[in-house]
């Protein structure tokens, strides 16, 4: 049995899954269909024997070679398709996945924000947005997944297309050669042919043909005849030999050229579309896998005996409660809202009620129930019995003016005075008793002689003892004093330019008012923890004041805020030309500050950082706010050049705000 029934036969039998006892190995097309390198045994039929025998004639055929390339180039094409379908989807997955993280992360900073609601809402708030952060995270994960099955794709689809290449050439090259040969036996059979012809009619005499000249003159019939039978006998020795020629290269290339090329071409088909089919099947599990996390994210199993997995986002939502979110809202105002005021009520003129005269009837019942009736002219006294009372208590509330509510600071509303109410007369000729004076605005009370119990705020905030300071005082001191990282000064300046002077232009460069500035120390002085800037009324609406609260506040410290132990460290890598370099280095030495220093300077940079955002209306940039702090939180130094150095250390920090602080 020759190589050709060999192959002939050995595709045949693997194809119809019958195991080949000649001795000889051959590849089967379908065994990388069937599964993991193991063949299904199906009971051949009439139809499959057919497909294998036209398959096999189709690949042993002039044909094979280029019908297979051309199906491995669209295997090649579809693998570059997907590929780039994936590149693609994986491209619009991070892109989705880091905005919904940016969402987040804008969404959980602005939640926290005083001019947000509070309470039951922002708690699980913070829930939901934790579950879309999830839900980013496996988006990220996601498209590094599918951009990973784009790259193993595209090396794929790379190393088929040399492959390909390769066995374009070689096998190619056989079949070229096969038809090169074959063509030149075509040519040397017509020769042979023609001069077989023309000795065949110079033998049977035939005259047809003419005289014959040679070179040495006319030639005779028989050395025509001799002529010609040497031409032929040496056309048909090069017809033979070529013959054999083609004969051996067909021999070779249907034996062993065509079937490795048919069989490398295979390997590569099958290679290519295992490989698409395998990635089609991630991509498909990847898929399933990225919406059954998202699904856990918003709605996870129930555990039987876990009650400590995560909620849903049905649920979450659902534990807003507003009722006592509001409740609890205006229950925090409790302290502001003061006593409640007198019960009104309805007091008639006397000259308008009945007639002052009486009549006997009226003096008969008075006599009868033992009251003698009033002198004429003058009134009851009875309708003004609650009056009396009043009377009766302006002395202890004289004796006792520290008993007398005092008003909290950004409170408009304030408690009267017992000396201010007008008491009536009791009775005469002096007339009908009066009705209450009205209320006086707190400046012209103070200045009434009966008004002296009441305390003005705007009269007091300078005399109030230092009873907790907090200018001055060491950053470690109030730390361990009043138990918070960040001062309660520079949260309330913070919070209050936050909410009143972003757009306030020349913040932080304008200085506000003098008096202002020293009744608001005088206030944190005394007791940090009553203020309340969130009410513009609490510092007299001038929010210039409260920036130069803060600087002042800075400036006080005995210790400044980046430290004189660090300063010239930060001096030396202000120096450094390179940008990311410098920027490297100042983040190293504020991680070196003591904790309250870094807690403080965190805050303050968040805070300058979203000044300098609005610095469109402010008119206050990196820059100008890096002149306005520079001084301040590094304090002077011994050598004035420091000065634009210690400038160029806040401005470095504010232009890298999010690469040296994160933004929780």
Same mark, same amino acid.
């Given at each position: 049995m020759d190589n050709r029934e060999s192959l002939d036969r050995s595709s045949v039998d693997i194809g119809r899954n019958v195991p080949v006892t000649d001795g000889h190995e051959s590849y089967n097309p379908n065994d990388d269909y069937?599964?993991?390198?193991?063949?299904?045994? =199906?009971?051949?039929?009439?139809?499959?024997? !057919?497909?294998?025998?036209?398959?096999?004639a189709v690949l042993q055929s002039d044909i094979g070679i280029s019908t297979l390339l051309t199906?491995? +180039?669209?295997s090649v094409a579809s693998a570059r398709e997907f590929a780039a379908f994936l590149k693609k989807r994986s491209t619009l997955e991070e892109e989705h996945a880091q905005g919904?993280?940016?969402?987040?992360?804008?969404?959980? !900073?602005?939640?926290?924000?005083?001019?947000?609601? @509070?309470? $039951?809402?922002? @708690?699980?708030?913070?829930?939901? %947005?934790?579950?879309? #952060?999830r839900l980013a995270d496996n988006g990220v994960q996601f498209a590094l997944s599918i951009h990973q099955m784009h790259e193993d794709l595209h090396d794929l689809a790379a190393?088929?297309?040399?492959?390909? +290449?390769?066995?374009?050439?070689?096998?190619?090259?056989?079949?070229?050669?096969?038809? #090169? $040969?074959?063509?030149?036996? !075509? +040519?040397? +059979?017509a020769k042979y042919d023609s001069l077989a012809e023309d000795y065949d009619r110079a033998r049977t005499g035939d005259k047809q043909s003419g005289r014959v000249f040679g070179l040495k003159g006319p030639k005779s019939a028989a050395q025509h005849e001799e002529d010609l039978h040497r031409k032929m006998q040496a056309a048909d020795s090069d017809y033979a030999s070529k013959v054999q020629t083609a004969q051996s290269q067909r021999q070779e290339l249907v034996n062993t050229q065509r079937p490795q090329a048919v069989k490398a071409i295979l390997d590569l088909i099958n290679e290519c579309d295992a490989g698409l089919t395998l990635q089609l099947q991630k991509y498909a599990s990847f898929n399933e896998k990225l919406l059954l996390s998202n699904g856990l994210c918003v709605s996870p199993l129930k555990g039987?005996?876990?009650?400590? $997995?995560?909620?849903?986002? /049905?649920?979450?939502?659902?534990?807003? *409660?507003?009722?006592? #979110?509001?409740n609890s809202y205006i229950r925090s105002f409790s302290v502001k809202a003061g006593q409640r005021s007198a019960e009104v009520k309805y007091q008639p003129h006397p000259s308008l009620g009945p007639s002052n005269h009486p009549t006997p009837s009226d003096l008969r019942s008075q006599f009868d129930t033992g009251h003698p009736p009033n002198p004429p002219g003058t009134f009851p006294i009875t309708p003004f019995s609650d009056n009396a @009372?009043?009377? *009766?208590?302006?002395?202890?509330?004289?004796?006792?003016?520290?008993?007398?509510?005092? &008003?909290?600071?950004?409170? &408009?509303?304030?408690?009267?005075?017992?000396?201010?109410?007008?008491?009536?007369?009791?009775?005469?000729?002096?007339?009908?008793?009066?009705?209450?004076?009205?209320?006086?605005?707190? =400046?012209?009370?103070?200045?009434?002689?009966?008004?002296?119990?009441v305390v003005s705020p705007e009269l007091t905030h300078s005399e109030l003892?230092?009873?907790?300071?907090?200018?001055?005082? $060491?950053?470690?001191?109030?730390?361990? /004093?009043?138990?918070?990282? %960040?001062?309660?000064?520079?949260? &309330?300046?913070? &919070?209050?330019? *936050?909410?009143?002077?972003?757009?306030?232009?020349?913040?932080?460069?304008l200085s506000g008012s003098a008096m202002h500035l020293s009744k608001l120390r005088a206030i944190f002085d005394n007791d940090p923890s009553q203020v309340d800037f969130?009410?513009?009324?609490?510092?007299?609406?001038?929010?210039?004041?409260?920036?130069?609260?803060?600087?002042?506040f800075f400036r006080d410290l005995p210790d400044p805020l980046l430290t004189h132990q660090h300063f010239q460290n930060f001096i030396e890598a202000a120096r450094i030309d390179d940008d990311v370099t410098r920027r490297d280095s100042l983040h190293a030495i504020v991680n070196s500050l003591p904790d309250p220093n870094y807690a403080t300077l965190r805050a303050l940079t968040l805070h300058l950082h979203r000044v300098q955002e609005h610095s469109a209306a402010n008119r206050m940039n990196a820059g100008n706010l890096a002149i306005c702090f520079g001084p301040t939180l590094m304090g002077t130094g011994s050598n004035v050049a420091d000065n634009r150095w210690q400038v160029k250390v806040i401005e470095t920090i504010l232009h890298n705000t999010y690469q040296i602080f994160d933004d929780d």
């Open positions: 069937v599964g993991a390198g193991t063949l299904q045994q =199906t009971t051949p039929n009439a139809a499959e024997n !057919e497909n294998f025998e036209v398959v096999d199906r491995l +180039k669209q919904l993280k940016k969402i987040c992360k804008g969404s959980h !900073e602005s939640s926290r924000r005083l001019d947000n609601r @509070q309470g $039951s809402y922002a @708690q699980h708030y913070d829930e939901v %947005i934790g579950i879309h #952060d190393n088929i297309e040399r492959g390909r +290449k390769q066995w374009k050439q070689t096998g190619l090259s056989a079949e070229k050669r096969v038809q #090169d $040969s074959e063509a030149l036996m !075509e +040519k040397a +059979k039987h005996h876990n009650n400590s $997995s995560p909620r849903s986002l /049905r649920d979450v939502v659902f534990q807003i *409660d507003n009722a006592h #979110d509001l @009372q009043v009377v *009766d208590t302006v002395p202890n509330q004289r004796s006792e003016p520290d008993q007398v509510p005092v &008003q909290n600071i950004g409170d &408009q509303a304030y408690h009267r005075s017992p000396h201010q109410q007008t008491l009536p007369p009791s009775g005469g000729a002096a007339g009908p008793p009066q009705l209450p004076q009205p209320q006086l605005a707190p =400046t012209l009370q103070s200045q009434h002689p009966t008004s002296a119990a003892p230092p009873l907790r300071p907090v200018f001055g005082v $060491s950053l470690e001191d109030l730390l361990n /004093r009043d138990g918070s990282a %960040i001062p309660l000064v520079v949260y &309330q300046c913070l &919070q209050a330019v *936050d909410l009143f002077g972003l757009d306030v232009e020349g913040i932080y460069r969130r009410n513009p009324e609490s510092f007299f609406h001038d929010v210039n004041s409260v920036a130069g609260l803060l600087k002042q």
